[in-house]
């Protein structure tokens, strides 16, 4: 892969999920904040989140662990993709 490939598909990808964060964000009831957006990403909350929608909501629970899957891919998709471009260097 060339590095212009790679900016293209970031490209891409950024503006798919820029899209999901809009629609999600949006539908965000009104007031202040529960979770602080730095917090969300802490897995000692994540487990406690995840245990407690085990409990009141499995569909939430299975929802996060699969969001946490796709976000640990992500990176090694991106990992992949730069040894690739180190390799063209070479």
């Not at 490939?5 to 009831?29: I, K, N, S, T, Y």
Request: charged share 35%.
């Amino acid at each position: 892969m060339k590095i212009h490939d790679f900016q293209e598909m970031l490209a891409r990808d950024l503006a798919l999920e820029r899209e999901g964060l809009e629609a999600v964000v949006d539908a965000r009831p009104e007031g202040p904040a529960i979770v602080g957006k730095h917090q969300a990403r802490n897995y000692t909350h994540l487990k406690a989140v995840i245990a407690e929608a085990d409990e009141a909501c499995p569909r939430a629970a299975e929802t996060i662990r699969w969001l946490i899957w796709h976000s640990v891919l992500d990176l090694v998709r991106m990992k992949q993709i730069a040894d690739d471009l180190e390799e063209d260097k070479s």
